[in-house]
Every structure is written in C-alpha cells, then in structure tokens.
T-cell receptor, first 109, second 115 residues
Framework: RKEVEQDPGPFNVPEGATVAFNCTYS??????FFWYRQDCRKEPKLLMSVYSSGNEDGRFTAQLNRASQYISLLIRDSKLSDSATYLCVGKNTGNQFYFGTGTSLTVIP | SQTIHQWPATLVQPVGSPLSLECTVEGTSNPNLYWYRQAAGRGLQLLFY??????ISSEVPQNLSASRPQDRQFILSSKKLLLSDSGFYLC??????????????FGPGTRLTVL
C-alpha cells in the first residue's frame, strides 16, 4: 500500500466554485503534512503546511484528521490560475517525505 | 533567502552514455538534500537523500548513483543510461530537523530524454 494516496481526478470546476481534495495516509506515525502545487512541466511548489488544528491561507484551507488518517485541501472561489496538480505530502520522524501522485484540477471559464 | 539551482535544464542523451546532474543550494547550511525522478504523468519517486557530506541513502536500486562532495552540492550520476532513465529529475532541500515542519523546496528540475 502506498504511504499517501490521492484521487487523481481530473477535477473540472467552473470559476468561482469551491473544490475539495482529500488524501489518505497509511503510516500513523507520520508527523507532518503539506500540500504542494505543480504546474505542467514545472517543479512542485509548497502551497501550505497542514497543522493539527487546521489552517487557512486566503482562499485555501487545510485540515488534518489524525483519527481517520486523512488530509484535505479546500479551495474557495476558484480562479483560472488555480489550475494545476495538487500533491499531498506526508513526512515521518526521519528524513523522508512521501508524495501522493497528485490530483489534477482544471478551472473552466 | 535560500535558493536552489539545478543544471542543465534540458538534456538529450543516447542510451549507454554517462550522466551527471548537479544541484547546489545557497543561503542555508547543513541541509538535507534529495533527488527525485518524475516519469511522464507519474508521481515523484525518491531516488536518494543525504543528511551530510558523503552520506547517501539510496531508495531505489538502479543504475544511478549520488554523491555529496560539499555541504550544499548534490550530484546525480550514471555510468550508462537506459531508456527507462528518461524523466524529470528534481533536486530538493529541507532544513535538517527531525521533528516539526521542515518543508521541502525544489529546484527547477532537469528534463532528461534518453534516446
């Protein structure tokens, strides 16, 4: 079983819509979590860390549910520029990061 | 601020040829360093990581090797490339901290095509 699993999508949503991605992780010892954004043929870029209490950054909200071992990302008021692949990442107490395969989002005008 | 450089940006190599990709980090000391490969339409595969000079951990046995000759320099090599080595090679760094939120930051990547 993969350490981190995501629905690959694609998610096609109209501008202004709210969209949510979920990600599950298998290692209950995983300590920290992140969401990255990857544009086509570019490197992944950190979108936000996911804190235990949940955190918000503008239109983006991240949640962590340790009991059910899942992480979520909510994007409100979607913009065309939000179109990208979103990667869920977990990290254990060591030095390794575990990447999901990504969820593809296309925001349609 | 910290920056991470990779070169070359694009590379086309024949099967059986050698490979050397370089990554350097500026603005930080004692970083953890990582090499990933991303095949077309696929997720990131961790190849190697390093917690210090000369210390390399290999995640996937294959015809690639890595070296860290200096604190902020990480090199990916191969003596003979295979067709399956084609992909997008990404170097990343993170602060060396066992606990807590040590995010990873990626370089711009090298797109390798083996023909």
């Amino acid at each position: 079983r993969k350490e981190v699993e995501q629905d690959p999508g694609p998610f096609n949503v109209p501008e202004g819509a709210t969209v949510a991605f979920n990600c599950t992780y298998s290692n209950s010892a995983s300590q920290s979590f992140f969401w990255y954004r990857q544009d086509c043929r570019k490197e992944p870029k950190l979108l936000m860390s996911v804190y235990s209490s949940g955190n918000e950054d503008g239109r983006f909200t991240a949640q962590l549910n340790r009991a059910s071992q899942y992480i979520s990302l909510l994007i409100r008021d979607s913009k065309l520029s939000d179109s990208a692949t979103y990667l869920c990442v977990g990290k254990n107490t060591g030095n390794q990061f575990y990447f999901g395969t990504g969820t593809s989002l296309t925001v349609i005008p | 601020s910290q920056t991470i450089h990779q070169w070359p940006a694009t590379l086309v190599q024949p099967v059986g040829s050698p490979l050397s990709l370089e990554c350097t980090v500026e603005g930080t000391s004692n970083p953890n360093l990582y090499w990933y490969r991303q095949a077309a339409g696929r997720g990131l595969q961790l190849l190697f990581y390093s917690v210090g000079i000369g210390q390399i951990s290999s995640e996937v046995p294959q015809n690639l090797s890595a070296s860290r000759p200096q604190d902020r320099q990480f090199i990916l090599s191969s003596k003979k490339l295979l067709l399956s080595d084609s992909g997008f090679y990404l170097c990343a760094w993170s602060v060396r901290r066992v606990l807590g939120y040590n995010e990873q930051f990626f370089g711009p990547g090298t797109r390798l095509t083996v023909l």
